[in-house]
């Protein structure tokens, strides 16, 4: 019987781990991206040239955000996927985002989304239309991404972190390798035709100051002095005055037990470990 043959939206971050993670377990991998080049175990096709690859998957995972026009994927492809012949599963990559501010309340699978923001409001609309698709679906809300190369020792390097303090204001998280797993394990259980929601994201909600002093910890550098968020707020971006406008703690009991795992790092001290041995082991001992 042939290995599933998995087709990949997107050769960002994320999807890249995913199918680092797919190949080694033994799948077949194709990935679209807008500027193809070499994979690793993997090919690589442009963006637009996806036809034949979605008539020969068995399952799909689209990594891309929507934008105002709506889900890119299903703009140039839903027609395809809904008749593709083989295909028996799709896995969409979105966000705790949908939940929306909850004052510190938790959210779970279960939780209705709430989306307070248009970027949230197109998530949620995306979802929906992931979930009308005839098979298996499978949808991921991610909470904040890092991992190497996009961590807090990044900012604190570059002398661009900031200490803003917020009392009460908790944030999920979640390491790229963890998203990589959880997607994994979802596509080697080839669910039932129905619809799940998953909660990706840590064990800890925790302050972004906190990171921030963990991190320098590690660095043995001094964190940042703190700032209340009353006098960061006025310095800060659009996007980022709606991070912090939004405050929740995610729930994600119900997400590992359907996959029967546990995250490689429950919190991000075990996060920020492990990328500070993988990028500064050698010379920073």
Avoid: C
């Avoid at 998280?173 to 035709?193: E, F, L, N, S, Y």
């Avoid at 590992?256 to 546990?262: R, S, T």
């Amino acid at each position: 019987m042939a290995a599933p043959h998995v087709l990949i939206f997107g050769l960002g971050y994320s999807g890249r781990a995913i199918a680092r993670d797919a190949v080694k377990a033994g799948l077949i991998v194709t990935v679209t991206s807008r500027s193809p080049g070499a994979g690793d175990g993997f090919a690589v096709i442009p963006f637009n040239a996806a036809h034949a690859a979605i008539a020969t998957a068995t399952h799909i995972i689209a990594t891309a955000a929507p934008d105002e026009a709506g889900d890119p994927v299903l703009a140039d492809y839903g027609a395809d996927i809904a008749i593709a012949p083989a295909l028996r599963y799709a896995g969409y990559l979105s966000t705790t985002g949908v939940y929306g501010n909850r004052d510190g309340g938790w959210v779970d699978e279960d939780t209705a989304p709430n989306p307070q923001s248009p970027r949230a409001h197109r998530r949620v609309a995306a979802e929906a239309a992931w979930a009308r698709l005839p098979f298996a679906v499978d949808i991921f809300r991610l909470a904040g991404i890092y991992g190497p190369g996009r961590s807090m020792f990044d900012d604190l390097r570059g002398g661009f972190a900031r200490r803003v303090v917020k009392p009460g204001h908790l944030f999920g998280r979640i390491h790229r390798d963890d998203i990589a797993q959880g997607v994994v394990r979802a596509i080697m259980q080839t669910p039932k035709p129905g619809l799940r929601i998953f909660n990706v994201s840590d064990d800890e909600p925790a302050a972004s100051a906190d990171v921030v002093v963990e991190a320098a910890r590690l660095l043995r550098v001094p964190p940042p002095a703190p700032v209340p968020f009353d006098q960061a707020a006025a310095a800060m971006s659009p996007m980022a005055l709606s991070f912090w406008a939004e405050n929740r703690r995610v729930a994600n009991a119900k997400t590992k037990a359907a996959l029967g795992l546990e995250w490689l790092y429950p919190t991000f001290r075990e996060g920020l470990a492990s990328i500070f041995a993988e990028e500064f082991g050698q010379t920073m001992r």
